[in-house]
């Protein structure tokens, strides 16, 4: 079955560092999005993402971070300055979007820590 | 604003045996999906089920099942011959169609153990 693929798996940075994770989408899907885990906590939405341009994007996702499709297979979040409550498990999703299919592939995710 | 909630932070089943997991919800909308994610301790995320809002039937996956009660908001997973395998963290989100795709709203999760 095709798959959601995230590099890289840990990432470890220094407050105040810029970091890029990165992720590739399954290949016919149109839809992408960042979702978040805090430690213990629930899955919480970032943002999606169609046609170059955000479609939507939760109170989380605020001028510090930023997406970007690069070329037609890669899928990034950027957060500019790393702060230690970014720390968290970082998903990215892809969808067909369909109408009447929201069936969200999911990766494995990136373990970010910010020390 | 839609919110989840799963009242159960941890539950436990034997192996081969039936549990039930609870979800309602609050939401405006009309037309929604739901669904139940499993994560496991690798922690990615995996989708169990689907149920549009618009089907009375109760969605079925092999072994998964839902209960859907529309009118009380409630959204519940049956997991019947329960496996070692499926021990993990649970989610109940639903979705909307025509506005939030992909905005899926996370309960906090039920932690299953299964006991050999």
């Known amino acids: 079955e095709p798959e959601v693929t995230q590099t890289p798996s840990h990432q470890v940075t220094q407050m105040g560092q810029e970091v890029i994770l990165r992720c590739v989408p399954i290949s016919n899907h149109l839809y992408f999005y960042w979702y978040r885990q805090i430690l213990g906590q629930k899955v919480e939405f970032l943002v999606s993402f169609y046609n170059n341009e955000i479609s939507e994007k939760s109170e989380i996702f605020d001028d510090q971070f930023s997406v970007e499709r690069p070329d037609g297979s890669n899928f990034t979040l950027k957060i500019r300055s790393t702060k230690l409550e970014d720390s968290a498990m970082y998903f990215c999703?892809?969808?067909?979007?369909?109408?009447?299919?929201?069936?969200?592939?999911f990766g494995s995710g990136t373990q970010l820590s910010v020390l | 604003a839609q919110t989840v909630t799963q009242s159960q932070p941890e539950m436990s089943v034997q192996e081969a045996e039936t549990v039930t997991l609870s979800c309602t919800y609050d939401t405006s909308e009309s037309d929604y999906y739901l669904f139940w994610y499993k994560q496991p301790p690798s922690r990615q995320m995996i989708l169990v089920i689907r149920q549009e809002a618009y089907k009375q039937q109760n969605a079925t996956e092999n072994r998964f099942s839902v209960n859907f009660q529309k009118a009380a908001k409630s959204f519940s997973l049956k997991i019947s011959d329960s496996q070692l395998g499926d021990a993990a963290m649970y989610f109940c989100?639903?979705?909307?169609?025509?506005?939030?795709?992909?905005?899926?709203?996370f309960g906090k999760g039920t932690k299953l153990s299964v006991k050999p």
């Open positions: 989100a639903p979705g909307s169609i025509g506005g939030s795709q992909g905005n899926l709203i």
């Open positions: 999703a892809s969808s067909e979007a369909v109408f009447g299919n929201e069936k969200l592939f």
